[in-house]
T-cell receptor, first 114, second 114 residues
């Protein structure tokens, strides 16, 4: 089955700096890569996703890049703010199956210091 | 907005008890999932269902079963609760289809087995 590794497990940055979280996956058939943000005590919510037919996607201060050859994808947050502090999860799935079964990374706890 | 509702936010049970965790979604989603979240281990898939009365094992199904008698409701059952099943349980749903893989999560049930 799919295996997703996520690094680092914890990340601390100063407000205004950039943060990068990296994930690798094992199944070359995976073609959908979402990122979820989970604030303390709240449910995970999708913040950005990328499909395997594109290499990069951006949404304001958040961007995701995908390298299919190397089987890794990364989340980039620029100009970090204290409200970016949360646990971030990457995931990988195969979109043409009946159920969108996602395999998650172990999560990265991001702390943005004011 | 999609709403995924889990019946209990906190639950305390004794070892050996049969435990039912209920999840209801109101957006006619075909796919429903049960994940377990433990610190440092990310989200691990227990069971999922892509249709009424259909169920598939996830990565850690041992000690659990599920029931999906109606499209909107997906129940997780701990046949005989054990202390190592103390965890946060997250239900999620998604639309079937290649363009709709986004997972919508419930608020979670923190289960303590004593």
């Amino acid at each position: 089955g799919e295996n997703v590794e996520q690094h680092p497990s914890t990340l601390s940055v100063q407000e205004g700096d950039s943060a990068v979280i990296k994930c690798t996956y094992s199944d070359s058939a995976s073609n959908y890569f979402p990122w979820y943000k989970q604030e303390l005590g709240k449910r995970p919510q999708l913040i950005i996703d990328i499909r395997s037919n594109v290499g990069e996607k951006k949404d304001q201060r958040i961007a995701v890049t995908l390298n299919k050859t190397a089987k890794h994808f990364s989340l980039h947050i620029t100009e970090t703010q204290p409200e970016d502090s949360a646990v971030y999860f990457c995931a990988a799935s195969i979109r043409d199956t009946n159920a969108g079964k996602s395999t998650f990374g172990d999560g990265t706890t991001l702390t943005v210091k004011p | 907005d999609v709403k995924v509702t889990q019946s209990s936010r906190y639950l305390v049970k004794r070892t050996g008890e049969k435990v039912f965790l209920e999840c209801v979604q109101d957006m006619d989603h075909e796919n429903m999932f049960w994940y377990r979240q433990d610190p440092g281990l990310g989200l691990r898939l227990i069971y999922f269902s892509y249709d009424v009365k259909m169920k598939e094992k996830g990565d850690i199904p041992e000690g659990y079963s599920v029931s999906r008698e109606k499209k909107e409701r997906f129940s997780l059952i701990l046949e005989s609760a054990s202390t190592n099943q103390t965890s946060m349980y997250l239900c999620a749903s998604s639309l079937r289809g290649t363009s709709n893989e986004k997972l919508f999560f419930g608020s979670g049930t923190q289960l303590s087995v004593l």
